[in-house]
């Protein structure tokens, strides 16, 4: 009584989703540090700017964005990258 049936998801967090197959998001951006560990997301809105929550950029002096890959933990898949020093907040 009271509790809310979680599905069987990869998170929890994710009520009654699904995988997304490869492709369908193209726009999506995973942020990376020098070291090669998933930071945060973004969303390319112009061919130059990509768009993400400012805590993201707090204390982040060197991020590269990667477009096109499919797994967050495995780089290979992601066959070209933009890397951006100078990060604008508005």
């Keep these: 009584c009271g509790r809310r049936h979680l599905s069987n ?3 929890a967090r994710i009520i009654n989703g699904s995988d997304a ?3 369908n998001w193209p726009w999506m951006v995973g ?14 809105i112009d061919r130059h700017y990509v ?3 400012a805590h993201c950029l707090r204390n982040a002096s060197f991020l590269t964005a990667r477009l096109g890959s499919t797994n967050k933990t495995k780089l290979a898949d992601c066959p070209n990258e933009t890397i ?3 990060f604008a907040e508005r």
């Design 21 to 23: 197959k490869p492709g």
């Design 84 to 86: 951006q020093q100078d």
């Design 31 to 44: 942020l990376y540090t020098p070291d090669d560990n998933f930071h945060c997301g973004g969303v390319l």
């Design 9 to 11: 998801t990869v998170s």
């Design 51 to 53: 768009l993400t929550a």
